[in-house]
Nanobody
Framework: QEQLVESGGGLVQAGGSLRLSCAAS????????MGWFRQAPGKEREFVAS???????YYADSLKGRVTISRDNAKNTVYLQMNSLKPEDTAVYYC??????????????????WGQGTQVTVSS
């Protein structure tokens, strides 16, 4: 069964960094584009970043320059490095897989698999 498990979230002060990990099973990384999304309290879930099978990356404009997505197919893991964190980055961060490349406008309803999410809290 295909499964995604996120980790690495936590409480960090503004200006700090976190690296989120998404461990994939079931051969997902070998066949799917991967992405990170986030949902802040009271807001809709939004796109953060994605990486294709060929490691082409896309980023939300609001986060460009502060986040880096990468994939290690040998370790079946996708990473999201987040730097210069701000209180408004507080959200639950989700990993997702899609059989086609995930672009900024790809409907979330098309994602094939979602992780359970990991909480990121940035204090001021």
């Amino acid at each position: 069964q295909e499964q995604l498990v996120e980790s690495g979230g936590g409480l960090v002060q503004a200006g700090g960094s976190l690296r989120l990990s998404c461990a994939a099973s079931g051969g997902i990384l070998s066949n799917y584009g991967m992405g990170w999304f986030r949902q802040a309290p009271g807001k809709e879930r939004e796109f953060v970043a994605s990486v294709s099978l060929s490691s082409v990356a896309y980023y939300a404009d609001s986060l460009k320059g502060r986040v880096t997505i990468s994939r290690d197919n040998a370790k079946n893991t996708v990473y999201l490095q987040m730097n210069s964190l701000k209180p408004e980055d507080t959200a639950v961060y989700y990993c997702a897989a899609h059989r086609d490349p995930i672009r900024i406008g790809t409907p979330q309803s098309l994602m094939d698999t979602w992780g359970q999410g990991t909480q990121v809290t940035v204090s001021s």
